[in-house]
């Protein structure tokens, strides 16, 4: 092969790199990327429903009297605001519908996310709601161009994005390692507990991250990752169709296989999990969904609508 030869495919391949990397600053530039707030602390299983409970009863996070009433720190306070956020459970002023749904006291289906169905539907929150922005780049993005990981390969990846988006002013490498440091600790068991306060975190019981084990004969002495595909909890087949239905265009017939596969990768689910999905739903809602692949192109026919709420209702009457 020619060395011209060979330039004109480097050439080609960092065009593709480039376009690819645009593409994915498009997607995710639709709000303000953000990367700091949580006090460097991951959401605590119980903060979400402190949270609400404070909101509700018209408390203010500012003043003196939230360490008392949430019962937690004072850095803890505005993560516990930030997280409350960042799950999309308060939009503007208002408490959203989804937060009353679970959290109410009274009324709510699971206020102590004590369901793994619970956990996939904020699992699904966080990073639909993209107040948290690394989460969707992380689970979405970063997951299409690599499966194992360490640090500094996610924060060197949200450097290249916020570059393709011309925003390189809102790269602080400091605060997204901080940053990125709390998703692992969301997500991630803990190599060395010190306490059981180590396994309080939230989302840590869906085991999508894992540590990957160190040899003594390795030269690399870096902490590295996987995305835990095959050894997750099982995907709650009721929330991955109110995902589906979330992401949805109101007035849409279809959904096309490339927003099916993200979803995929936001469940980290393999294509064969996301399919054996997509035919499962098909045949429980085959009056009013069909998965087809005709000719190489797949996707997700509407021939009614489905009330997402009521799909959750539904889940959690049976589960009562």
């Known amino acids: 092969m020619s060395i011209n030869r060979l330039n004109i495919m480097k050439k080609n391949v960092l ?78 002023t208002e408490t959203s519908w989804i937060a009353d749904y679970i959290f109410d006291s009274e009324t709510g289906k699971d206020p102590y996310v004590e369901d793994l169905g619970t956990l996939w539907l904020l699992h699904f929150l966080l990073i639909n709601a993209y107040e948290a922005s690394l989460y969707k780049l992380f689970f979405v993005d970063f997951q299409k161009e690599r499966r194992q990981f360490d640090r500094e390969q996610v924060v060197g990846f949200v450097k290249r994005v916020l570059a393709a988006a011309g925003k390189e002013n809102l790269f602080n490498e400091n605060t997204v390692k901080k940053d990125v440091g709390v998703l692992l600790l969301n997500y991630c068991l803990p190599r060395n507990p010190q306490s059981n306060e180590d396994f309080s975190t939230l989302l840590m019981d869906l085991d999508l991250l894992r540590q990957t084990d160190k040899t003594e004969s390795s030269e690399d002495k870096r902490n590295r990752y996987f995305f835990n595909v095959e050894g997750k909890r099982q995907v709650t087949p009721a929330i991955f169709l109110f995902a589906l239905l979330t992401v949805k265009e109101e007035n849409d017939n279809s959904i096309p296989y490339d927003t099916l596969h993200e979803l995929g990768l936001i469940f980290c689910m393999t294509e064969l999990e996301v399919i054996d999905m997509l035919k499962y739903l098909s045949e429980a809602y085959s009056d009013a969904l069909t998965y087809s692949d005709v000719a190489g192109i797949r996707q997700l026919q509407f021939s009614q609508q489905i009330d997402k709420k009521q799909v959750l209702d539904k889940y959690y009457e049976q589960r009562i």
């Open 15 to 92: 065009l593709r790199v480039s376009m690819l990397y645009c593409i994915m600053a498009q997607n995710v530039d639709k709000k303000q990327y953000t990367f700091s707030g949580h006090e460097s602390f991951p959401c605590k299983t119980l903060w979400l429903k402190k949270g609400y409970d404070f909101v509700t009863s018209n408390q203010d996070f500012n003043a003196p009297e939230a360490v008392v009433s949430l019962g937690v720190g004072k850095n803890m306070v505005a993560a516990v605001r930030y997280w409350y956020k960042s799950f999309g459970l308060k939009k503007g």
